[in-house]
């Protein structure tokens, strides 16, 4: 079936550091993939997505590139802030039903 | 001018109740959703409407109800209440024909039974 795998966190950070969070997923098909953020007592804020291979999807400094051939689509930022901190999700769109990964919660130190 | 909104935003109440949470949004989609968020912040599909027609159907006890009068609204309700249905509850919506990731997200009902 379809799903999504993302690392665990937490990952706690220092300002200004460089920021990887893995997702891989599985699906058949060719699935839209999206990151979503969740700041501490909001909603979920789409962040940026992908809908064919080798697209990339950015947005506020985070970009991830849609890759078919090792189904990952990991999310980057090259200098993170302390407004970063926020759960982050990876999900996808298969047959109209987006399915969301475990989430990552990310805290970056000043 | 929020897109969507969830109401109430906390909701503290008995087992064995039963309660309501409503949610609209004024994006004009036509498809509406509803998502639990567990402790460990999983979250989880639970119905999914579309034009006032449900769609997707989770899983989910036959304690929990969703209505939808019109697009503009979809409502939860949960008779019965239990222990495990603490969680915070997420309404969002979106358009048809996009990309259907693209959901718009209200900020949440946290449910919390006693």
């Known amino acids: 079936g379809n799903s999504v795998t993302q690392m665990e966190g937490p990952v706690t950070l220092s300002e200004e550091a460089f920021l990887t969070i893995n997702c891989t997923y599985t699906?058949?098909?060719?699935?839209?993939l999206f990151w979503y953020v969740q700041y501490p007592g909001e909603g979920l804020q789409l962040l940026l997505k992908?809908?064919?291979?080798?697209d990339k999807g950015s947005n506020k400094g985070f970009e991830a590139t849609y890759r078919k051939e090792t189904t990952s689509f990991h999310l980057e930022k090259g200098s993170v802030q302390v407004s970063d901190s926020a759960v982050y999700f990876c999900?996808?769109?298969?047959?109209?039903?987006?399915?969301f990964g475990k989430g990552t919660r990310l805290h970056i130190l000043p | 001018d929020t897109a969507v909104s969830q109401t109430p935003k906390y909701l503290v109440t008995q087992m064995g109740n039963d309660k309501s949470i409503k949610c609209e949004q004024n994006l004009g989609h036509d498809t509406m959703y509803w998502y639990k968020q567990d402790s460990k912040k999983f979250l989880k599909i639970m119905f999914s409407y579309n034009n006032k027609e449900l769609i997707i159907n989770e899983t989910v006890p036959n304690r929990f109800s969703p209505k939808s009068p019109d697009k503009a609204h979809l409502n939860l309700h949960i008779n019965s209440l239990e222990l495990g249905d603490s969680a915070v509850y997420f309404c969002a919506s979106s358009f048809s024909g996009r990309p259907r990731g693209e959901q718009y997200f209200g900020p949440g009902t946290r449910l919390t039974v006693t």
């Open positions: 699906a058949t098909g060719y699935p839209s």
């Open positions: 992908a809908t064919k291979a080798d």
């Open positions: 999900a996808l769109n298969r047959d109209d039903k987006i399915i």
